[in-house]
């Protein structure tokens, strides 16, 4: 449960997955161990959802493939060696670690809420109805709105605070390789790859030889996104990535020129 607040995406999503949830463990869940095994995958299932749709979104984002399909310009296979011989990186991290603290405590007390209110909730919910697998739905259906409700008021408890402190959440994405190709750079991880196309518009592109990587920042009213590529040769690789950038900006400037010309 992400302490940074949800977009409306991320609600839709999690509201939707509530009342399915709900309706299987109405028909199928009763009590017992079964209903703890929900609890366990409306978890599990939950978290993927918001980690999958919660990632930010940037202007430039394309698909992994699209962007292979470039000619390779640089590859980077080992980015965590040089990580781990960043000493300023676990600094930065902590205020991360805070971050994902608070999402644990969140965690546990949407447990704790699910263990105290399971009883009461059935009690008094399930017998207003004559059917009974409709009576534990919607059970079911107050139990995880319950939950989701908790889980709100805690982010919205650490984004107030953290807008009191005039802090914004700082977010440090470290793949283990990536790639640059033509076309933009590819980073993999261990679930797969995402892409951004050049000119990478949205991101504020820094080289820090000393620390060895050239990082992509992006920040909204909101939050911090950086991408951090840890490298052997960050000045080489800051090179070829604003060269690209420079080419394609050009490019694009003009076709904008040309089509403002036929339209005229």
Known sequence: MSSVMQSKKQIFISQLSILLFAVVAGFLGRTGTLYWIFI??????????????????????????????????????RAFEFVNMDKQYTQEMQEQMKMMNVSMMLSFAVLIYFFLAFGPVIAYIAPKFSNEKIGMTVAYLVLFEGSF????????????????????????????????????????????????????????????????????????DKAINKIRLYTKSPKKLYDIIMRRVEKRSLEAGDDEKQDSEQKQ
């Open 40 to 77: 366990f995958l409306y978890f599990i299932v939950y978290m993927y959802l918001m980690s999958k749709f919660g990632q930010p979104k940037y202007p430039s984002s394309a698909k992994a493939s699209e962007i292979e399909k470039g000619k390779v310009l640089y590859e980077e296979t």
């Open 149 to 220: 409700v908790i889980s709100s008021l805690g982010q919205v408890y650490t984004a107030r605070r953290m807008k009191k402190q005039n802090k914004k959440a700082v977010m440090i994405n470290v793949p283990r390789s990536f790639l640059v190709t033509e076309e933009g750079v590819v980073l993999r991880g261990f679930t797969g790859g995402s892409g951004f196309r050049f000119p990478l518009n949205g991101f504020k592109i820094q080289l820090n030889e000393e620390r060895k990587f050239v990082e992509l920042s992006n920040e909204t």
